[in-house]
Nanobody, 127 residues
Framework: QVQLVESGGGLVQPGGSLRLSCAAS????????IGWFRQAPGKEREGFSC????????YYADSVKGRFTIARDNAKNTVYLQMNSLKPEDTAVYYC????????????????????WGQGTQVTVSS
């Protein structure tokens, strides 16, 4: 069974950290670009980070640059998102998704360039 599963979300205070995981089963992530997206209530889903399949290049939106880090562990067939210095505006449902290598080439991480999605994990930043 092909699955992409996010985990690691939760409630955290402002300034805190979380690490999200995006684990694949039924297929290997090596070939795919992986994007992280989030959707806050009443807002459109936005892509904010991706990691390429070719050379491991990473890209970040300005809103998370310097605070979030995306990384692959091909041995575990998992991509991670380390989130530090979290802010209330980071509150959203977080999704990972797979795309072709062409999907992750710069900071313009388009939702429609990614075609297989996980179910999402809630991140709430609040005191």
């Amino acid at each position: 069974q092909v699955q992409l599963v996010e985990s690691g979300g939760g409630l955290v205070q402002p300034g805190g950290s979380l690490r999200l995981s995006c684990a694949a089963s039924g297929f290997t992530l090596d070939y795919y670009a992986i994007g992280w997206f989030r959707q806050a209530p009443g807002k459109e889903r936005e892509g904010f980070s991706c990691i390429s399949s070719s050379d491991g290049s990473t890209y970040y939106a300005d809103s998370v640059k310097g605070r979030f880090t995306i990384a692959r562990d091909n041995a575990k067939n998992t991509v991670y998102l380390q989130m530090n210095s979290l802010k209330p505006e980071d509150t959203a449902v977080y999704y990972c998704a797979t795309g072709t290598p062409a999907a992750c080439q710069d900071v313009n991480i388009a939702t429609d360039a990614f075609d297989y999605w996980g179910q999402g994990t809630q991140v709430t930043v609040s005191s």
